[in-house]
């Protein structure tokens, strides 16, 4: 299991958030495990966040996709993911 605190960047919005990595074991895949740790909405797949959360959405799907290499502390900047500013946002 791996577990980060991490911070979701949108629009000017800063959300707080743990990211969980669960190893099933016997071949199982993975559950990636995304929590806003301000309103403690809690998702086990990306694809489960409300239609209206692109925020929530992006940001677990990407999340996904470098799994292994999140680090405490990261920022997941969902603009600069979608290719809507050029320059990543740092931690705040």
Same mark, same amino acid.
């Given at each position: 299991m791996k577990a980060v605190a991490i911070e979701v960047y949108d629009r000017g919005i800063s959300?707080?958030?743990i990211y969980v990595v669960v190893h099933a074991g016997g071949g199982a895949p993975a559950r990636n495990i995304l929590m806003r740790t301000d309103?403690?909405?809690?998702?086990?797949?990306? %694809?489960?966040?409300?239609?209206?959360?692109? #925020?929530m959405r992006v940001a677990?799907?990407?999340?996904?996709t470098i799994s292994r290499t999140v680090q405490?502390?990261?920022?997941? %900047?969902?603009?600069?993911?979608?290719?809507? #500013?050029?320059?990543?946002?740092?931690?705040q």
């Amino acid at each position: 299991m791996k577990a980060v605190a991490i911070e979701v960047y949108d629009r000017g919005i800063s959300i707080p958030a743990i990211y969980v990595v669960v190893h099933a074991g016997g071949g199982a895949p993975a559950r990636n495990i995304l929590m806003r740790t301000d309103t403690e909405e809690c998702r086990f797949a990306s %694809d489960k966040w409300p239609e209206n959360s692109r #925020t929530m959405r992006v940001a677990h799907e990407f999340l996904n996709t470098i799994s292994r290499t999140v680090q405490d502390g990261d920022v997941i %900047d969902v603009g600069y993911i979608l290719g809507e #500013t050029t320059t990543p946002k740092g931690n705040q």
